[in-house]
């Protein structure tokens, strides 16, 4: 049996998806949760509100069982407010109520802070959470 890193970020991705889909908040209505930026994606048709989730910083913990990450989210959306309040959703949401097959715990990291999207023009914001991951085996 072999102990490797299972895809947390995966699982955080379909978790947040789960999670937005839904919401009563107009600006999480049809947000789109991903790993990487959509390939169509270009300033004439931005497609937003759009969440990206990527894996910062994995270190070992309690090498084979635990691990630690930092995940940043990053929200665009067509107004700076929106983009941050997106965002910060997105942190308290998996803050507040996740824990899955390998993500065992999350807590709040930075953010929001907002940006503007220089290739798009579009809003932006990133927040970051902290998680520990359990090892899976093959």
Do not use: F, K, N
Not at 42 to 58: C, I, K, N
């Amino acid at each position: 049996m072999t102990t490797v890193m299972g895809d947390h970020v995966a699982e955080l991705v379909a978790a947040l998806q789960d999670l937005l889909d839904g919401r009563g908040e107009a600006y999480a209505a049809g947000a789109h949760v991903g790993t990487r930026l959509p390939s169509t994606r270009v300033p004439e048709s931005p497609q937003v509100p759009y969440v990206l989730v990527a894996s910062d910083a994995p270190v070992p913990v309690a090498w084979p069982v635990l691990y630690r990450d930092t995940v940043r989210i990053t929200a665009w959306h067509g107004r700076r407010e929106d983009a941050r309040d997106l965002a910060a959703l997105c942190q308290g949401l998996l803050v507040a109520s996740y824990s899955g097959p390998l993500v065992r715990h999350v807590w709040a990291g930075s953010g929001p802070l907002a940006a503007t999207d220089s290739e798009t023009g579009l809003e932006m914001a990133s927040v970051t959470v902290g998680v520990s991951v359990r090892l899976a085996t093959a």
